[in-house]
C-alpha cells in the first residue's frame, strides 16, 4: 500500500515539476541520495554574499558533501555532468566555504560530488563520488 502511495506522490510530483527539469533533477536527486543512506541537510543553499549556490548538502557517514545536480532531457548532447566547469567549481566552493564556516565544520571533512540527471525511459542517474578530486580518486556509482 505505501508503494502505491509512493508512486502517486512521484506522478503527482513530476506533473507539477514538467516544466522545470532542474528542480525535477534536484528531487530525483534528494531522493535517490537517501535512499543510498545519505541524510540531506540542506537544499538549494546560498551564502548571504550570494556567491553560488550549493543544490544539496548532505552527510554521508561522517563526511559533509557538496553536491551539485545536474539535469538533462536526453544524453544526445552528452552527459549532464559535463557542465560543471571551472568557474561553476569555483562558485560552488566558495559556498562550501561558507557553509562550513557557519556550521563549524572542518573542511578536510567535506568532498565535492556531481549527481546527473538523465530524464527519459527509464531515468538515469549517475552519482559521482568526488568529483573535483583527482581523475584517478574519482569513483563513480551509476544506478536507476
Known amino acids: ?18 516544466g522545470d527539469h532542474g528542480a525535477l533533477g534536484e528531487d530525483i536527486a534528494h531522493r535517490f ?16 554574499s550570494g556567491a553560488g549556490e ?11 558533501v557538496f553536491v551539485e ?3 538533462r532531457a536526453s544524453g544526445e ?14 562558485r560552488i566552493h566558495r559556498g562550501a ?5 557557519r556550521a563549524g565544520i572542518e573542511w578536510g571533512r567535506t568532498r565535492f ?3 546527473s540527471v538523465t530524464l527519459g525511459k527509464p531515468v538515469r542517474v549517475t552519482w559521482q563520488r568526488d568529483a573535483f578530486g583527482l581523475p584517478e580518486q574519482r569513483r563513480t556509482w551509476a544506478t536507476l
Open 54 to 64: 550549493i543544490d544539496l548538502v548532505m552527510w554521508e557517514r561522517s563526511t559533509l
Open 97 to 101: 566555504r561558507d557553509y562550513t564556516r
Open 69 to 71: 545536480v545536474k539535469t
Open 113 to 115: 560530488d556531481i549527481v
Open 77 to 90: 548532447y552528452g552527459t549532464p555532468d559535463t557542465a560543471v566547469d571551472a568557474e561553476k567549481r569555483e
Open 1 to 18: 500500500m505505501l508503494g502505491l502511495l509512493y508512486r502517486i506522490s512521484d506522478a503527482l510530483r513530476r506533473r507539477s515539476l514538467r
Open 33 to 48: 541520495l537517501r535512499r543510498c543512506g545519505c541524510t540531506v541537510v540542506a537544499h538549494r543553499y546560498r551564502p548571504r
